[in-house]
Nanobody, 124 residues
Framework: QVYLVESGGGSVQSGGSLRLSCAAS????????MAWFRQAPGKERERVAA???????AYAEPVKGRFTISRDNAKNTLYLQMNNLTPEDTATYYC??????????????????WGQGTQVTVSS
């Protein structure tokens, strides 16, 4: 059984920073593509960042230059450092995994395992 558990969400003011973590278990973590998605009320779930097994990264345009995805394979943990947050970043953030070394496309359908989500709220 694969378990992904997010943590680190919270409320910050515009311009602030948060670091999200995703603890993974039940999978060969080092051989999985890992990604962060977010979903705001009334909007589609979107991939904000992904990292392949070899460590290559990809970012959605709205977060480029502000967010950094990383992974610590020794700890089976995924991170998302979010800087210079804006109210547009307010959403529930989800950790997701795809059972392949290289990441599929940005569609949520390409990711088989999901965490429960952690709320990020950015106020003006």
């Amino acid at each position: 059984q694969v378990y992904l558990v997010e943590s680190g969400g919270g409320s910050v003011q515009s311009g602030g920073s948060l670091r999200l973590s995703c603890a993974a278990s039940g999978l060969t973590y080092s051989r999985y593509c890992m990604a962060w998605f977010r979903q705001a009320p009334g909007k589609e779930r979107e991939r904000v960042a992904a990292i392949s097994s070899p460590g290559g990264t990809a970012y959605a345009e709205p977060v480029k230059g502000r967010f950094t995805i990383s992974r610590d394979n020794a700890k089976n943990t995924l991170y998302l450092q979010m800087n210079n947050l804006t109210p547009e970043d307010t959403a529930t953030y989800y950790c997701a995994a795809a059972d392949r070394d290289y990441c599929p496309g940005s569609s949520p359908a390409g990711y088989k395992n999901w965490g429960q989500g952690t709320q990020v709220t950015v106020s003006s």
